[in-house]
């Protein structure tokens, strides 16, 4: 099972919004309701932000959005801050019985 | 308050093994699906398998990188996850995370470092 695919950075100053996008197949993305986001600062373990596509989990901020069409999920960051300045990666579940994450994409905050 | 703590990790020569625990508290163990994901230095995250509850039949998965190297088993008794590593590659360097399920009321460990080297 390959790595979905991610843009290895975006970028966006303050307040702007960003999207990144989350690109699998019809063994995954494409078939399943099931892919979740996760956010990872320097040396912290992740923080679930979005699952099941576009829930999110409570707790997290409503800047925070997700949205699937076929083979490819993508996760909105509305109003940006400094705070969301991390590594974000994209999971999904396969046709295999497990899960696959994308290669991650650094959001630099300008 | 939940909590995962790893611990096992360390330095092992290519082809040795290693075993990690993963202790919880703060929620009803038996009834969680757990998971083990690693992340190696400076890369990206890798999911490594799953194990179902009990009453889910207790089942495993694993991803094809080490599938039939690794082994994932629970202590309901002891509110404790493990991963047995054997065979182990370079490749296997990492930090090694253990968490519940990919969905919703995710929660993760802080890891625990894995360096397989002679």
């Known amino acids: 099972q390959s790595a979905l695919t991610q843009p290895a950075s975006v970028s966006g100053s303050p307040g702007q919004s960003i999207t990144i996008s989350c690109t699998g197949t019809?063994?995954?993305?494409?078939?399943?309701?099931?892919v979740s986001w996760f956010q990872q600062h320097p040396g912290k373990a992740p923080k679930l932000m979005i699952y099941?596509?576009?829930n999110r989990p409570s707790g997290v901020s409503d800047r925070f959005s997700g949205s699937k069409s076929g083979y490819t999920a993508s996760l909105t960051i509305s109003g940006l801050q400094a705070e969301d300045e991390a590594d974000y990666f994209c999971?999904?579940?396969?046709?295999?019985?497990?899960?696959?994450f994308g290669g991650g994409t650094k959001l630099t905050v300008l | 308050e939940v909590q995962l703590v790893e611990s096992g990790g360390g330095l092992v020569k290519p082809g040795g093994s290693l075993r990690l625990s993963c202790a919880v508290s703060?929620?009803?163990?038996?009834?969680?699906?757990m998971t083990w994901v690693r992340q190696a230095p400076g890369k990206g995250l890798e999911w490594v398998g799953r194990?179902?509850?009990?009453?889910?039949?207790?089942?495993?998965d694993y991803a094809a990188p080490v599938k039939g190297r690794f082994t994932i088993s629970r202590d309901d008794s002891k509110n404790t996850l493990y991963l047995q590593m054997n065979s182990l590659k370079s490749e296997d360097t990492a930090v090694y995370y253990c968490?519940?399920?990919?969905?919703?009321?995710?929660?993760w460990g802080q890891g625990t470092l894995v360096t397989v080297s002679s």
């Open positions: 999971i999904s579940f396969t046709s295999s019985v497990t899960w696959v």
């Open positions: 019809s063994n995954d993305i494409g078939g399943y309701n099931y």
């Open positions: 968490a519940t399920g990919m969905r919703s009321d995710n929660t």
């Open positions: 194990i179902k509850s009990k009453t889910n039949g207790g089942t495993t």
């Open positions: 703060g929620f009803t163990f038996s009834n969680a699906l």
């Open positions: 099941d596509v576009s």
